[in-house]
Structure formats: structure tokens, C-alpha cells
């Protein structure tokens, strides 16, 4: 067993009795801890005089040593192969982590899979790791994305995994068939990718509904981020008994309305409205005037028509940092964006 | 010039949680407790700050840190969860995207993506021109990723970093020692009891239980309730309890379980069983014929015609070879080194040191104790076969969810924006 029950000798200075390393049996207390006359003397660990108080505690935490090196009885030593996440279990108040840990060696700790099993960390329950795609609904997807009647937010919508993965999951095969016609994927890589898909929590998103895996993976397809204008503080004034519709907040913010957004975003490819355009012919403002109200207002500043029009995502701005690379001549840049 | 750490990176006194995946850390974030010392306002922040900035960004200077933090949090919300009245809706922790920003660095995606144990060793590979960004090569960590970015690292990188430490000669060589001084007492055994030791081989271990058919049969039929949807066709609902399935598998089951029942049911003779045998298990079809215990379960097995998957019984292969092998007294000279041509028969080659042009340990192994930090991240969608991810979106915030992977309590994350948007602007 990882867990000792031979303690490390502490004064009782702060009423702790020997034996007890502090009051709420954890490793936390390390500045509070008075090492006592006595401590050094422990001979039973074979610790004496090598390490300090706290390098101890954590020697005996880890455990035995096998052969090769390995903490080989630490639960946490060995990767899993049952896609069941081997985190650090959460706890409550009443049973100390240790314990649990200790528990972790029992056959049956890994049948009791619930939502906790996929929270990494216990102090931040909030945190939730994702799930890797199956290799059946990885192949459905694909399936579904060669079918040329089914557009991106239907393939989305049916198996539960929003569009930009979708889609980077059709880009990332490409690659995959790529590298296995060049023969790139060696023995060692393999082996390591298989090694961290057994890892990893696997889930079939609605393809299959069995385990608590296939819920937790299904995505929120339905989500608004509220938009840049929407991110000031606005104070608008009015009227108490006035009435303010969503109707009313869209114009307010120049935004479109968040139904109208969501209903772009689940039934139609959305452009995203990055670049402005000065326009200088008169001629064209018919044709934007057209577009007016459907993403944003049209302004006429001077001689100028201004108005947003659809572009993709990023290829638009300036780009930050030193990666200039583009522009080398004698470097060739083959932009292999995912345009989502 | 790269910015040092400030402070020991895994001071025991100290107990910073960092972004790493060394052991010591894991043992740093196993300790960690959440309380809330009494003390002034500005001390909890400043504390929440330290500790918060231990992980996140700490590679990063205080000035680049300022450069990206952004003073408006936003999270996401559904439609209909902004109709829910009922006052019973998850927060919101806003307060986690105070580090979103540091996300979308190139470092800390390779470092979530679990191309690199932690982001200084990710912009180690960065600057010495391993990576790139969308086919170009990106020589610095701060490159800020936008969505829809592929990013890719050499392989050989990855796998020195996942994988576990490359021997040296010396140490090869003591463990190889090791090893053949346990395999040799084993073999010496073997030769004087064999038996025994035949026994003691085969015999089922603790974790499974002590043998038992109904319980192994339990065990089949557990395996593959998992995969329910097509490979199920026949399988009583009787002794399956309703909240073992979900309502859209019991349904499948019944249609299935119609179906078969249409066709008729199949007996359980002689000639299925040992085709079962023979083909799921590898039994020796010669001579000797499963033992009675193998032979009830088998029988069970095919009555029920739960579907098996060959891959999804290996466990019990060694099971039932064990109990079904006849015990012949030179069941051992299989591991002799006059049969097997070599000492030690499970490696090729010295102890991690299979392919010596390789830095990494050989055959390829996982590092040990990664396990707690075999995260998946919302925001990348990752392929391991090629050592490509893609950047997503940047990390969001939705109702009890939050996409910035954190150790430490949201309380911590809200003080150290209140330290950011009032003390540092």
C-alpha cells in the first residue's frame, strides 16, 4: 500500500498527538507543523537526516519502487485502458482524500463511474474534460459529411457535436489518409495513438445513448456569446412604463436579434461580419442598401458608403506577432486554414 | 530573453500548482486544500494571484500577462436557459475566463493538446522550429491562435514528451539485471514445483474473484451492455435492471429481441459450443475438450447469443485457457531461454533501449503518472496519429461549465481579477 501506517514522529505542539501528521489528517499544514526534538530519530522509515519533513511525506506518498523505477502502487502511476479517467478523486468534507485513494485500489472503484469520474481536479468542479470521438461515431460523421445532401449544421445537429468540430474532424482525416499513403505514421506513433485513444474518455454523442460518457460528451449546439457592442457598459434612459423588447436590445446594440442569431446559426452557414468597406461607387449602394438591416446598418460618412460585408473568419486584420513567414520569398506559405 | 521562474517550480513549502506534468506537482495539486485564510481583502488577492498565476501563465512576464488580460468576461447562454424562471440554474463562472486569454497562446494550446508536459518545454520545441502554425513554421510561443488554425509538432517531439525517459546504458543494464534475477528464481521454481507454480500462474487473481461461471458469465454479459445498439441480439431483458439501460437502448433491445424471437431460437448443441471455444477462446480442439465449468458458461453464453467481440474478451482468454488447459508437467519450458532463444523473452533488446537512434524510451511507453492530467480540451480538436490539432474557438464559459482547464477554486480566479482590474491597470 502506498499509504504507510508507520508515521513520521511530530512534536505535539500544536496539540497533534505522534503519529498524526495534522489535524484535519492532511499534508497541507507544512509551515505550522513544529518539527519536534524527537522527529529526526526516525529510524523506522530509514529517513534519518536525509530529507526534510515535507520531501518525506511526499517519499511516502508515492510508495514502493519496483525494478525498473516505477511507483508501480501508486494509483495514479499507470495510465488507464478502459477510456475511465484516472483523476484525483473528489471528496467530501467528511472522508479525507487519502482515504479515497486508498479505495482506488478495489476492483469495484472503477465501476462507479458518475459525473465526478470526469472532473480532473477537486478543487475546481467546474472543469470537465471533454470527450474524444469513437471511432464508430468518427466514421459516422465522416460518412455523413461525404453524403452531399447533408449540410454541416445537419451533420452537427444529428450526432450532437457542434459545427467546428465537425469540421475539423473532416480536416484532420484528410490529413491522417495523407500521412498513411506516405507511410509517415510509424510503428512508434501508432502505437502511440492508440495508447492515448485508450486513455482518453471516448464518447458516441447521439449515436448511442448507453453510458454516462455519451450524455456528457453530447455538446451544447444552442449557445449565444453575446456580441462586442453588447460587452460595454450601455445605459440607455426611458420612460418607466416603457416597454424594452429583444426587438428593442438588437437595434440598441446593432446587433441582430439573439432567435435571429441562433436561427442562422442552426439553419444556415452565418458569414461572419469582420471587414468594413469603404465603397466609393454610388452605383453599389442599391445593392448594399439591399443588405441593410440583415447584418448591419449601412453608414454614409462623406463621399462614403460603409457597411459590413460577409468574410471569413480571420482572413481579415492584421496579423500579430513575428510570423512573417508568409511573406519570405524563399520560404513557400500554403495557407492550410480550417475555414469554419 | 525567456522569462525564469520566479519561484522553485515544485517547492514542497510552497505548494504552487504549476502547468506541468511532473510527479511532484501531481503530488503538490493531491494536497492542496481550498480555505479561505482571514485576512484582509488585498492579502486574499494577492494570494489569489500568486497561486492563480502560478498555473496560468507563469512562463509568461507580468507585462505580457497585462498585455492580453481582458477586463470584460462574457459566458455563453442557451435560449431557453435564459427563459428557465425556476431559479434553480447552475452559476455562471465568469470568473474562470480571467485566463482565457492566455489559451489561445501557441505554448499553452500544444501544452493542452498533450504535445508537450508543460508550456515551457512547448516553447522549447517552438523556438527551435518544430511547429507549425496552418503549414508555416511559428518560431514563438506568444503566437496568438485564432479559430480555425491548424497546428502541428514533429512527432519525434511528442513522443519524447508523453513517452518515458530514455535509459542510459548503466541503467538499462541494472534493470535488466533486476529482472533476470526475479525471472530466474521464477524459472528455478517452475522446475521445482511445477505444479504449483501452474496453479499459481493461471489461477484467477483477487481483482477477479474466485472463479465462478455465473460470475463470469455476469462479467461477458456487463462488457457487452456497453455496447448495446447492434451487437445485441437476443439478450433477455430478464435480470437486466431499467436503470441499467437508457430508454433508447431498451427500446433497441426489445426490437432486437422481436426479431429474434421471429426467427426462432437457437439450441445450445455440442457443435456451437466448441466452435465458440475454438474461435473465442483458442482452445486446442485436438484432444482436449473445455473443462465442465468452461463448458456451462460457454453454453450460456450461446443460449443467450449475446454477441461477442474477440477484442472485448481478452481478459477472460487467459481465464479460461488457464482453467481449461490440461496441466501438462513442462508447461513452463515455453519461457526457457533454450526454447525461447532469449532471456528475457517479453523484451527485444536491452530494457527501453530497443532502437537506440531513438530519445525516447523503446518500445514507446507512456510516461508514468500521467493519467491525473489526461485532459481532453472543449476547445482543440486533436489527432494523436498525426501530431495535428485544431484550435477551435477560444475557451468559453457556460452554466457550471467552464472550458479554461483549472486546478484551482473559481473563488481564487474572481480575487485575482478583482487584484487585476482595480491594483494593476
Known sequence: MPFSTRNILVSTARGLSPGQLSTNGSYTQVRGVRIGPGSYLNRDYGLVGRHTLPRSHMIQWFGEKGPNGDFYKNPFCYAPWDHIPNYIPHTSSKISRDEIVKKMADSNYRKGVNENTYKPFPLNSYTKTSFVLSEELREAILQSCRDPQMSLWQVSARYGIRKERVAATVKLAKIETQWENEGKITPDLARYAHRMYMMMPITNGRLSQNTLADKLGEEPLEEIVPPKTAQRNNIQIMHETAKFSPEDAASFFHAPEAAELMDRQLYRDMPKVVSFQGVKDKDLAKKIKQWKGRYTDVVFKGNNIWTAIPAKAGKVGYRYGASRDHRKKHRKHKDERLNI | ????????????????????????????????????????????????????????????????????????????????????????????????????????????????????????????????????????????????????????????????????????????????????????????????????????????????????????????????????????????????????????????????????????????????????????????????????????????????????????????????????????????????????????????????????????????????????????????????????????????????????????????????????????Q
Not at chain 2, 510552497?14 to 484582509?40: C, D, M, P, T
Not at chain 2, 531461454?337 to 523484451?347: H, I, K, N, T
Request: charged residues 30%; contains cysteine.
Open chain 2, 1 to 424: 530573453m525567456p522569462k525564469k521562474p520566479s519561484s522553485p517550480l515544485r517547492s514542497l513549502a510552497r505548494g504552487l500548482v504549476r502547468a506541468s506534468w511532473h510527479k511532484q506537482n501531481l503530488y503538490n495539486i493531491f494536497k492542496k486544500e481550498a480555505y479561505r485564510r482571514s485576512a484582509s481583502l488585498y492579502q486574499q488577492k494577492w494570494e489569489s494571484k500568486r497561486e492563480t498565476r502560478a498555473y496560468h501563465g507563469e512562463h509568461m512576464t507580468e507585462n505580457n500577462w497585462l498585455g492580453v488580460f481582458q477586463k470584460n468576461l462574457v459566458g455563453a447562454e442557451t435560449l431557453h436557459d435564459k427563459d428557465d424562471k425556476s431559479g434553480e440554474r447552475e452559476p455562471l463562472p465568469v470568473g474562470l475566463q480571467l485566463y482565457a486569454p492566455v489559451e489561445r497562446r501557441l505554448d499553452m494550446a500544444m501544452f493542452r493538446a498533450m504535445f508537450a508536459s508543460s508550456p515551457r518545454q512547448a516553447r522549447e520545441f517552438i523556438s527551435s522550429g518544430k511547429v507549425k502554425v496552418n503549414g508555416s513554421k511559428v518560431k514563438h510561443g506568444f503566437y496568438p491562435l485564432r479559430p480555425g488554425d491548424v497546428f502541428s509538432v514533429e512527432p519525434e517531439c511528442v513522443l519524447t514528451a508523453v513517452g518515458r525517459e530514455k535509459p542510459s546504458d548503466g541503467l538499462s543494464k541494472a534493470i535488466d539485471a533486476k529482472q533476470l534475477e526475479a525471472f530466474n528464481k521464477f524459472k528455478e521454481s517452475c522446475r521445482e514445483d511445477p505444479r504449483n507454480m501452474f496453479e499459481q500462474k493461471f489461477r484467477p487473481t483477487s481483482v477477479d474473484g474466485p472463479y465462478d461461471p455465473d460470475r463470469l458469465y455476469e462479467k461477458v454479459r456487463a462488457m457487452t451492455i456497453e455496447n448495446l445498439t447492434n451487437k445485441i441480439q437476443g439478450l433477455s431483458l430478464d435480470g437486466v435492471s431499467a436503470e441499467e439501460l437508457t430508454a433508447r437502448g431498451k427500446e433497441e433491445v426489445e426490437q432486437y429481441r422481436n426479431e429474434f424471437q421471429a426467427n426462432g431460437n437457437v439450441a445450445a448443441d455440442d457443435q456451437s459450443i466448441s466452435q465458440l471455444a475454438t474461435q473465442f477462446f483458442r482452445l486446442d480442439n485436438s484432444g482436449s475438450n473445455p473443462s465442465p465449468e468452461v463448458n456451462e458458461v460457454l453454453k450460456k453464453i450461446v443460449e443467450r447469443r449475446v454477441d461477442i467481440q474477440q477484442a472485448e474478451l481478452q481478459e477472460l482468454v487467459r481465464l479460461f485457457r488457464g482453467a481449461a488447459s490440461v496441466y501438462d508437467p513442462r508447461w513452463y519450458y515455453a519461457y526457457l531461454e533454450d526454447y525461447c532463444g532469449s532471456a528475457l523473452p517479453w523484451q527485444d533488446g536491452a530494457y527501453g533501449l530497443q532502437d537506440l537512434s531513438k530519445p525516447y524510451f523503446t518500445p514507446w511507453t507512456p510516461r508514468t503518472f500521467l493519467a491525473p492530467f489526461a485532459i481532453v480540451p472543449w476547445h482543440l480538436e486533436i489527432s494523436y496519429k498525426t501530431c495535428h490539432a485544431v484550435y477551435l474557438r477560444d475557451p468559453i464559459t457556460r452554466r457550471g461549465h467552464s472550458e479554461v482547464i483549472s486546478p484551482l477554486p473559481l473563488y481564487m480566479h474572481e480575487n485575482a481579477y478583482l487584484f487585476y482590474v482595480r491594483d494593476r
